[in-house]
């Protein structure tokens, strides 16, 4: 079963906890400004709606030594990539008796099927 995915936030604070880092540590090691990273954590403290750039945030992990994905705890990735080859593996024959069955499964819960 999929586990949550953190909050930005609640990992970094996680991280920093784990490391024993200071802001101005991660700042250093990340190449992220120790201003822009205190004011995310400032405000996200507060309850504050907070958020920072997908370029910083992928700093801020491969600082820590993690892919974004691993830092925030989303498999998504890794369970798009497992369906892919799943799907690669199967017969023309098993591909389409699985269609068949999503359709089938679609229409008893009156959904559309897909095109």
Do not use: C, Y
Not at 44 to 50: D, E, F, I, L, R
Not at 82 to 91: D, F, I, K, N, Y
């Amino acid at each position: 079963m999929r586990g949550m995915t953190k909050r930005f936030f609640d990992a970094l604070s996680d991280a920093l906890a784990a490391t024993g880092w200071s802001i101005p540590d991660l700042a250093a090691r990340s190449g992220v400004s120790k201003d822009q990273i205190t004011k995310f954590m400032q405000r996200s403290k507060k309850g504050v709606p907070a958020s920072t750039n997908v370029d910083d945030a992928v700093k801020i992990a491969h600082a820590f030594g993690l892919t974004l994905d691993e830092m925030i705890q989303d498999d998504t990735a890794q369970l798009r990539s497992e369906a892919v080859l799943l799907w690669r593996s199967l017969t023309q024959g098993e591909r389409d008796l699985l269609r068949a069955a999503a359709r089938g499964q679609r229409e008893t819960q009156g959904q559309e099927p897909p095109q």
